[in-house]
């Protein structure tokens, strides 16, 4: 392969933001990291220094949509030699306004600061291509300009999926992971314009932002986004579709474009699968016992612990998990689906037009009244 590693330099502390204006009005030009400081990011692709300490960008960013096999996409790309992508997954780094404390809390992995983000890249060889995962920035309003900044040569891996069919899933998800409590998808899309306003935002929930559910389906505007700041030839916008269909295939397809070998082992892989929430209680109490929070999970952590090794304890709380509280998500609301076929059927037509590929037929959409 051609070695296009970025290697550059930290700006000092008295370089100045490019761009004007606030970073977060102008979605480019300069990041606030969770200290508060506010940092350059042209200024650290260019090669600005900071105590001359060298740092590694990105080459390549996987930018989502969730549940559109992102996570899948990443560990096969992750076992690749050639190569390099950190254990956090979804970093978000360079999508603040999905970024919250409580969740990165929670997680306690997220990088906060633009080195604690570099970091996650520092192990990577030079004839390795680095790259991240983060869902998020293909939604994101200010992701795209960003990942410009940082990384300007950066390749781009977007994954897209039918409408109705992405919600649904979503939807579960969020419920899944504590973002949404509201469990009728029905409801939850009635409730946005409120959301939109601040209210009835779930108690604790970590990305409010996911709740807008419509607002991932604006398929042309998110691409064009990224076209703009990296033209379409640095730009690989795949199908869900084919990647369930011929998942091998997609990989090594993407491995062309990252123009490393495609012809190295592949371990095909399914990350992720949709599940329902049986219980919101249960599942609540679980979590609360795995992350430890509050007496009671600690009082019950300190029981197990006397009794069982670390390797039973998570099996059984992953056995409690799959037979308990997840299973196998109910059959989808065939009315709420055509619904949604409607309400998004202008945007598939667009997409069809903007990709120059028959995504009406290929998603069913021209029987859609």
């Given at each position: 392969?051609?070695?296009?590693?970025?290697?550059?330099?930290?700006?000092?502390?008295?370089?100045?933001?490019i761009?004007?204006?606030s970073p977060?009005?102008?979605?480019?030009?300069?990041?606030?990291?969770?200290?508060?400081?506010?940092?350059?990011?042209?200024d650290?692709?260019?090669?600005?220094?900071?105590?001359?300490?060298?740092?590694?960008?990105?080459?390549?960013?996987?930018?989502?949509?969730?549940?559109?096999?992102?996570?899948?996409?990443?560990?096969?790309?992750?076992?690749?030699?050639?190569?390099?992508?950190?254990a956090v997954?979804?970093?978000?780094?360079?999508?603040?306004?999905?970024r919250?404390?409580?969740?990165?809390?929670?997680?306690?992995?997220?990088?906060?600061?633009?080195?604690?983000?570099?970091?996650?890249?520092?192990?990577?060889?030079?004839?390795?291509?680095?790259?991240?995962?983060?869902?998020?920035?293909?939604?994101?309003?200010?992701?795209?300009?960003?990942?410009?900044?940082?990384?300007?040569?950066?390749?781009?891996?977007?994954?897209?999926?039918?409408?109705?069919?992405?919600?649904?899933?979503?939807?579960?998800?969020?419920?899944?992971?504590?973002?949404?409590?509201?469990?009728?998808?029905?409801?939850?899309?009635?409730?946005?314009?409120?959301?939109?306003?601040?209210?009835?935002?779930?108690?604790?929930?970590?990305?409010?932002?996911?709740?807008?559910?419509?607002?991932?389906?604006?398929?042309?505007?998110?691409?064009?986004?990224?076209?703009?700041?990296?033209?379409?030839?640095?730009?690989?916008?795949?199908?869900?579709?084919?990647?369930?269909?011929?998942?091998?295939?997609?990989?090594?397809?993407?491995?062309?474009f990252?123009?490393?070998?495609?012809?190295?082992?592949?371990?095909?892989?399914?990350?992720?699968?949709?599940?329902?929430?049986?219980s919101?209680?249960?599942?609540?109490?679980?979590?609360?016992?795995?992350?430890?929070?509050?007496?009671?999970?600690?009082?019950?952590?300190?029981?197990?612990?006397?009794?069982t090794?670390?390797?039973?304890?998570?099996?059984?709380?992953?056995?409690?998990?799959r037979?308990?509280?997840?299973?196998?998500?109910?059959?989808?609301?065939?009315?709420?689906?055509?619904?949604l076929?409607?309400?998004?059927?202008?945007?598939?037509?667009?997409?069809?037009?903007?990709?120059?590929?028959?995504?009406?037929?290929?998603?069913?959409?021209?029987?859609?009244?």
């Open positions: 392969m051609t070695a296009s590693a970025d290697t550059t330099t930290m700006p000092g502390s008295g370089d100045r933001p761009g004007g204006g977060e009005s102008s979605g480019r030009g300069s990041l606030v990291d969770a200290t508060g400081a506010t940092t350059a990011l042209a650290v692709g260019a090669g600005a220094a900071l105590g001359g300490v060298r740092v590694r960008v990105p080459d390549f960013f996987i930018v989502g949509h969730p549940k559109c096999g992102t996570t899948a996409l990443y560990r096969m790309l992750r076992s690749h030699s050639q190569i390099f992508m950190p997954k979804e970093p978000w780094f360079l999508a603040p306004e999905q919250s404390p409580m969740r990165g809390a929670v997680v306690g992995r997220r990088p906060e600061t633009l080195e604690q983000y570099l970091a996650l890249f520092a192990p990577a060889r030079p004839d390795q291509r680095a790259g991240e995962a983060s869902s998020s920035y293909l939604m994101s309003p200010s992701a795209a300009g960003r990942i410009a900044e940082l990384s300007p040569r950066a390749r781009i891996v977007a994954i897209l999926r039918e409408p109705a069919s992405f919600l649904r899933s979503l939807h579960l998800q969020n419920v899944q992971v504590h973002v949404e409590i509201e469990r009728d998808l029905r409801r939850a899309l009635a409730l946005e314009d409120e959301r939109r306003r601040g209210c009835h935002i779930p108690p604790g929930s970590p990305r409010p932002q996911a709740l807008l559910y419509s607002e991932h389906v604006r398929y042309v505007e998110q691409l064009r986004r990224f076209h703009e700041l990296f033209g379409r030839a640095r730009v690989l916008v795949l199908i869900y579709d084919d990647f369930r269909a011929a998942n091998e295939a997609t990989v090594r397809r993407v491995l062309r990252l123009e490393v070998d495609e012809l190295a082992p592949l371990e095909v892989v399914e990350a992720n699968p949709t599940v329902a929430v049986r919101l209680r249960l599942h609540r109490a679980v979590q609360a016992v795995q992350v430890g929070s509050g007496p009671v999970a600690e009082a019950v952590k300190a029981s197990v612990k006397r009794v090794s670390r390797r039973l304890r998570h099996a059984g709380l992953r056995a409690v998990r037979g308990v509280v997840f299973g196998a998500p109910p059959p989808p609301d065939a009315e709420l689906m055509g619904e076929r409607r309400r998004f059927a202008p945007e598939v037509v667009a997409l069809s037009e903007y990709l120059e590929r028959d995504l009406v037929g290929l998603w069913g959409y021209d029987g859609v009244a």
